[in-house]
T-cell receptor
Framework: ETGVTQTPRHLVMGMTNKKSLKCEQH?????MYWYKQSAKKPLELMFV???????ENNSVPSRFSPECPNSSHLFLHLHTLQPEDSALYLC???????????????FGPGTRLLVL | QKEVEQNSGPLSVPEGAIASLNCTYS??????FFWYRQYSGKSPELIMF????GDKEDGRFTAQLNKASQYVSLLIRDSQPSDSATYLC????????????FGSGTRLLVRP
C-alpha cells in the first residue's frame, strides 16, 4: 500500500466502549498528526508527533489518548467518548515536521466515528 | 476573529468558467499557504501551495498570494463538474514550524 492508510474507515461505539484508531504511513515521513473534522467546522489539530515524540497536544480531552510506537504508525485510543465526539478523524503525515515553508501534510482517508 | 476565513459558499459557476476562491488570514507573519480539495465524504487532497507574493500556476490551477493584504486565492480555469468539492485554505504561521491553520472551506459547484 502507498500513502497514508487508516483503519477502521467507519466506527460506531457506545459511550462506555474502548476502541482504537490506527494510522500507517508508507511515505517515509517523520511527523504524524491527528485531526478532528466536524460538520461545518475547520479541521482541528489534536496531536502532533515528530520523530515519535509528542510535540503538540491541542487541549484535547483525556478520553483521547494518542500513541506513536514508531514514525510509521500512529494510534488514537478512545474511551468513554461523548456523542459530540462524533466526527471524521483524519491522520496526516509530513516529511520532517520542520520549519520548511514547503513542507506539506498528506492526509489519510479518515475514520468516520459515531458515538451513540 | 477567525484566523483563516473563507466564504462557505456554495460558489456556483458554469462548466468552462473560471472559479475564484478566496481566503484571508489574520497572522501577518504567516509563511506559506496551502489549498486542499475535499470531496464529500473523502479526505483533503493537496492541490498546491504558495509562499511568495504573486501567482503560481499548475495546470488549470493558479494560486495568488498578496501578503500585504493578507489574502490568498485559488483560480480554477475551465471549471469541470469534477471540480465540484469543498476547497480548504490552510496557513502555516511563524509561531510553529509545522502547524497548519485551516479555514472552514468553500463549497464549489460547477454546473454542467
Amino acid at each position: 500500500e502507498t500513502g497514508v492508510t487508516q483503519t477502521p474507515r467507519h466506527l460506531v461505539m457506545g459511550m462506555t466502549n474502548k476502541k482504537s484508531l490506527k494510522c500507517e504511513q508508507h511515505l517515509g515521513h517523520n511527523a504524524m498528526y491527528w485531526y478532528k473534522q466536524s460538520a461545518k467546522k475547520p479541521l482541528e489539530l489534536m496531536f502532533v508527533y515528530n520523530f515519535k515524540e509528542q510535540t503538540e497536544n491541542n487541549s484535547v480531552p483525556s478520553r483521547f489518548s494518542p500513541e506513536c510506537p514508531n514514525s510509521s504508525h500512529l494510534f488514537l485510543h478512545l474511551h468513554t467518548l461523548q456523542p459530540e465526539d462524533s466526527a471524521l478523524y483524519l491522520c496526516a503525515s509530513s516529511p520532517r515536521g520542520s520549519g520548511s515553508v514547503a513542507e506539506t501534510q498528506y492526509f489519510g482517508p479518515g475514520t468516520r466515528l459515531l458515538v451513540l | 476573529q477567525k484566523e483563516v476565513e473563507q466564504n462557505s459558499g456554495p460558489l456556483s459557476v458554469p462548466e468552462g468558467a473560471i472559479a475564484s476562491l478566496n481566503c484571508t488570514y489574520s497572522d501577518r507573519g504567516s509563511q506559506s499557504f496551502f489549498w486542499y480539495r475535499q470531496y464529500s465524504g473523502k479526505s483533503p487532497e493537496l492541490i498546491m501551495f504558495i509562499y511568495s507574493n504573486g501567482d503560481k500556476e499548475d495546470g488549470r490551477f493558479t494560486a495568488q498570494l498578496n501578503k500585504a493584504s493578507q489574502y490568498v486565492s485559488l483560480l480554477i480555469r475551465d471549471s469541470q463538474p469534477s471540480d465540484s468539492a469543498t476547497y480548504l485554505c490552510a496557513v502555516k504561521g511563524m509561531d510553529s514550524s509545522y502547524k497548519l491553520i485551516f479555514g472552514s472551506g468553500t463549497r464549489l459547484l460547477v454546473r454542467p
